[in-house]
């Protein structure tokens, strides 16, 4: 099982990389609504996927973050993504399948997934 | 609707984040001697004065601006209480509160606990700046996790680092493996 011991390798190996890491006003966060609302309309398997994501494809500036209910519950679950000097998006009845969709067109490749905003609802 | 306790838990954590704590406890024990699932949940956070908490269980009371309905109490308090179970929560301005669950362990109507490992890592990885102690114990066995000995060894890396991220995720579910030993709880 995994012990301390491998978590002080971890920060050994990685000590030689620090200057690689961005300044947070750089950083993309995409921040999941995760009040009531949020989690029980499925935000928690989304905020997994898209945690194990950035992960796995290594997207150092992007930080993922949780948050409360920001009083769109019916719209739940929610993901928002703010790109440094950019306008915020807001993805609406979002699912870990979608969410991947996110991470692949709006976070690496730069383009918004329309069909999912805030905005394809139709009513704001 | 939750459908898992540790949906709850996740959900009731949020509370205790939003109480401006700065550390978070968070204790499982499954017991199948005493038949029961027991949670509790503290925080050192701005806790409710006497008439927040005498309404704590009220649906149609809330203290959020966004919405005027607080259906996250409610929901862990009759998921406790429909298999029999008890459920308080005692709570004083700018000290803490605690919140405890007890199911029947037995009963049909408990839900699972469902993926608790899911929800340890993304309330310890999205809050950094929070200490954990989660312990999770099955009958006479249990582990520990206090993120204050990570931050210790870690000092400024993130938890989101991919090796560390890695790392926390799979520390829980090898040790919550290693307690169930094959049973679904």
Known sequence: MKTLEELKAIREKMQGQIGLRSEDSDKTRVVVGMATCGIASGARPVLTALS???????????????????????????????????DKVTYVKMTPEKALEVVEQHLIRGQIVGKYTISSEGRL | MMTEISLNVLDVAQNSIRAGASRIIIDIQVSHKEDRL????????CGMTDSQLAHVD?????????????????????????????????SEAGKGTEVTAVFVLSHIDRMPLGDITSTMLSLITCNENIDFVYTYGVDNRSFTLDTREFRKILGDISYQEPDVYNYIKEYLQEHKDDLDQGKYI
């Open chain 2, 38 to 45: 027991k949670v509790i949940i503290s925080d050192n956070g």
């Open chain 1, 52 to 86: 194990d994501a950035v992960q796995s494809k290594h997207l150092s500036n992007v930080t993922v973050t949780q948050t409360g209910c920001i009083g769109l519950c019916q719209y739940e679950p929610i993901v928002e993504v703010m790109e440094p000097g950019k």
């Open chain 2, 58 to 90: 009220d649906p149609f009371y809330s203290t959020r601006t966004t919405r005027t309905i607080g259906l996250g109490i409610p929901f862990f308090k009759n998921g406790a209480e429909m298999t029999g179970g008890t459920f308080s929560i005692k």
